[in-house]
């Protein structure tokens, strides 16, 4: 336990990640790398030999354990850091692909995790001016800018979805 009385995510017992966790996992960023793009239940569970009801148990246990966010009521991949499985105002362009990251920190993820270039066209949050920045040959390329956390990455977890 946290000094803050919240239990440790990465949990051993009966909510800890399995094998098949972890094959569910990897499916869903193998999906995001090939296409952009968050897979839907049905694929993972095909892909995996499992069961769609399966699948929702452990994107279950994948949230509890800080590995991805399902979308509510469990029926998809809402994000996979960096990737965001639906819109966000971050859309990153590869030479392959667009897809969406969750923030400005995970656009430049998806360069990094892909281990390709990268751009994202955006507006900043606040004052709603434009903004543009990327990845260029493993360097941050941008006319300026600051990225600012507004909660510390400790308590990311705790609303991953305004974090």
Do not use: K
């Amino acid at each position: 336990m946290r000094d803050d009385d919240t239990t440790d995510v990465h949990t051993q017992g009966e909510d800890a990640p399995t094998d098949f966790d972890w094959a569910v996992r990897t499916r869903i960023y193998r999906t995001f790398g090939e296409t952009g793009g968050a897979p839907v239940v049905a694929e993972i569970a095909a892909a995996v030999g499992g069961t769609e009801f399966q699948v929702r148990e452990s994107l279950r246990r994948l949230f509890a354990a800080h590995e991805i966010a399902p979308l509510p009521g469990g029926n998809g991949v809402w994000m996979a850091n960096p990737f965001s499985g639906v819109p966000t105002a971050y859309s990153v362009e590869t030479e392959d692909m667009t897809c969406y990251a969750n923030c400005a920190w995970d656009a430049l993820g998806v360069a990094a995790i892909l281990d390709t270039d990268a751009w994202t066209s955006t507006r900043c949050a606040e004052s709603g001016t434009p903004l543009e920045f990327g990845v260029v040959d493993g360097e941050v390329q941008s006319e300026s800018g600051v990225i600012h956390l507004v909660t510390p990455i400790r308590d990311a977890w705790v609303d991953i979805g305004f974090t």
